[in-house]
């Protein structure tokens, strides 16, 4: 029996990057010998052990053959025979087929480290192909190491691009889409995510309301970048450089898929396209299982970010209206969220990235200051429910006509 720690920990430690997990492969063993030994049995679709004292992973080295289209049609071998090398050979990326001995050497067959040198992200073997997740992974990758000066190398893109035109991207389940496309947005450069998956077309079959976008003009005014699609990906890059939680980075996603329901001939103009984006919205979250939480900071996002953007013209009643919409005063952390994202598509434009965003502290006053308004005991002792709604909505707009002078 020999162990190798493999995948991620040997690829970050070349990387000098910090290693959070360490995985390992046992060869010439059974699953029989590692029971005995105290290890316990994980795995679902092939032999996955947590280690007895470490819970660290040990899986047996396995061969896998394809027998259907998507991910689910494949046959496992787990015998002992089966050497690292074929076991390295079924793995995505060359960066993440490099196994490393127990004396620290490094057993790296198909030139891992050649092309972590290069910085390149580039496929083991054909097998790739036969796993549609891959190409999110290989995006999510690119997403990742893209400060690091990573691309993907043109043959891989060119397999992507295959598996894409042969319908296996299409098989790929609701589920494993949207955890890959989570684990992307908290990336460092989020954008490249959905750049690479459109560079091969995955996009457009994966996230076709977001591949909708690109080519579709702004008002330069209002835009310099002008196309839309190019702005959606600038907001994500300022999201990623506010930190922002990955709520708000979705939110920033789809705020603007109504300019892709836009009619060409009010081009570069996009008249209620926070309205038109709303059944977008719901239905890129119905497709995807998108989470609750995700799910209604995007479609606020979508419907409330002009508002946000000129909250210092509205007057005190309307105010007091998005405020009321938004859920404010009872979820003062999603409204937080909300402005962030809309801070993120105000300086997601050309130029003006570093530019104030003053609506976004007014907005954050204006909550608490209506937040703070309440009647005293003696007030609603003497009225009736609704009265004592009304009352208090009174007291918060004039609070806010204060604000606002």
Same mark, same amino acid.
């Given at each position: 029996?020999?162990?190798?720690?493999?995948?991620?920990?040997?690829?970050?430690?070349?990387?000098?990057?910090?290693?959070?997990?360490?995985?390992?492969?046992?060869?010439?063993?059974?699953?029989?010998?590692?029971?005995?030994?105290?290890?316990?049995?994980?795995?679902?679709?092939?032999?996955?052990?947590?280690?007895?004292?470490?819970?660290?992973?040990?899986?047996?080295?396995?061969?896998?053959?394809?027998?259907?289209?998507?991910?689910?049609?494949?046959?496992?071998?787990? =015998?002992?025979? $089966? *050497?690292?090398?074929?076991?390295?050979?079924?793995?995505?990326? *060359?960066?993440?087929?490099?196994?490393?001995?127990?004396?620290? &050497? @490094?057993?790296?067959?198909?030139?891992?480290?050649?092309?972590?040198?290069?910085?390149?992200?580039?496929?083991? =073997?054909?097998?790739?192909?036969?796993?549609?997740? %891959?190409?999110?992974?290989?995006?999510?990758?690119?997403?990742?190491?893209?400060? +690091?000066?990573? *691309?993907?190398?043109?043959?891989?893109? *060119?397999?992507?691009?295959?598996?894409?035109?042969?319908?296996?991207?299409?098989?790929?389940?609701? !589920?494993?889409?949207?955890?890959?496309?989570?684990?992307?947005? #908290?990336? =460092?450069?989020?954008?490249?995510?959905?750049?690479?998956?459109?560079?091969?077309?995955?996009?457009?079959? $994966?996230?076709?309301?977001?591949?909708?976008?690109?080519?579709?003009?702004? &008002?330069?005014?209002?835009?310099?970048?002008?196309?839309?699609?190019?702005?959606?990906?600038?907001?994500?890059?300022?999201?990623?450089?506010?930190?922002?939680?990955?709520?708000?980075?979705?939110?920033?996603?789809?705020?603007?898929?109504?300019?892709?329901?836009?009619?060409?001939? /009010?081009?570069?103009?996009?008249?209620?396209?926070?309205?038109?984006?709303?059944?977008?919205? /719901?239905? +890129?979250? =119905?497709?995807?299982?998108?989470?609750?939480?995700?799910?209604?900071?995007?479609?606020?996002?979508?419907?409330?970010?002009?508002?946000?953007?000129?909250?210092?013209? @509205?007057?005190?009643?309307?105010?007091?209206?998005?405020?009321?919409?938004?859920?404010?005063?009872?979820?003062?952390?999603?409204?937080?969220?909300?402005? @962030?994202?809309?801070?993120?598509?105000?300086?997601?434009?050309?130029? #003006? !990235?570093?530019?104030?965003?003053?609506? %976004?502290?007014?907005?954050?006053?204006? #909550?608490?200051?209506?937040?703070?308004?309440?009647? &005293?005991?003696?007030?609603?002792?003497?009225?009736?429910?609704?009265?004592?709604?009304?009352?208090?909505? !009174?007291?918060? $707009? !004039?609070?806010?006509?204060? @604000?606002?002078?």
């Amino acid at each position: 029996m020999e162990i190798y720690l493999v995948g991620g920990a040997v690829r970050d430690t070349l990387l000098g990057r910090p290693v959070h997990e360490r995985d390992y492969v046992v060869t010439g063993a059974t699953a029989d010998e590692l029971l005995a030994q105290g290890y316990r049995p994980v795995g679902k679709d092939f032999p996955v052990f947590l280690h007895p004292q470490t819970h660290a992973e040990y899986a047996l080295a396995r061969r896998e053959r394809k027998t259907a289209p998507g991910y689910h049609g494949f046959v496992t071998d787990f =015998s002992p025979d $089966i *050497t690292l090398e074929e076991d390295l050979l079924r793995r995505d990326l *060359t960066l993440n087929a490099i196994a490393q001995r127990a004396d620290g &050497s @490094l057993v790296d067959p198909y030139g891992g480290q050649a092309d972590i040198a290069a910085r390149t992200l580039r496929h083991v =073997s054909p097998a790739f192909s036969e796993d549609p997740v %891959r190409v999110l992974r290989v995006a999510r990758f690119a997403a990742r190491f893209a400060p +690091l000066g990573f *691309t993907v190398h043109e043959s891989t893109l *060119t397999l992507m691009q295959r598996m894409v035109t042969d319908g296996e991207v299409a098989a790929l389940v609701p !589920e494993r889409v949207w955890q890959e496309t989570v684990r992307a947005l #908290r990336e =460092s450069q989020p954008d490249v995510f959905f750049e690479v998956l459109r560079a091969c077309g995955a996009l457009a079959v $994966i996230f076709p309301e977001v591949d909708r976008l690109f080519g579709i003009p702004q &008002s330069p005014q209002w835009h310099p970048e002008i196309d839309t699609g190019l702005h959606v990906m600038m907001c994500l890059r300022r999201a990623a450089a506010l930190d922002a939680p990955d709520t708000v980075r979705f939110a920033v996603l789809a705020h603007d898929l109504g300019k892709g329901a836009t009619p060409q001939q /009010q081009w570069p103009k996009h008249l209620m396209h926070e309205s038109n984006g709303v059944p977008l919205v /719901q239905a +890129l979250c =119905s497709r995807l299982k998108v989470p609750t939480a995700f799910r209604e900071l995007a479609l606020m996002t979508c419907k409330q970010h002009l508002n946000v953007h000129r909250a210092q013209e @509205l007057r005190p009643t309307t105010l007091l209206e998005l405020l009321e919409n938004c859920d404010a005063l009872r979820r003062p952390e999603r409204f937080s969220e909300l402005l @962030l994202a809309c801070q993120c598509d105000a300086q997601g434009r050309g130029g #003006r !990235e570093h530019w104030p965003y003053p609506s %976004r502290e007014y907005l954050e006053a204006a #909550r608490a200051a209506a937040a703070a308004v309440q009647l &005293s005991e003696a007030q609603i002792a003497t009225l009736a429910g609704p009265q004592i709604a009304k009352l208090l909505r !009174e007291r918060r $707009i !004039e609070t806010l006509r204060e @604000l606002k002078r």
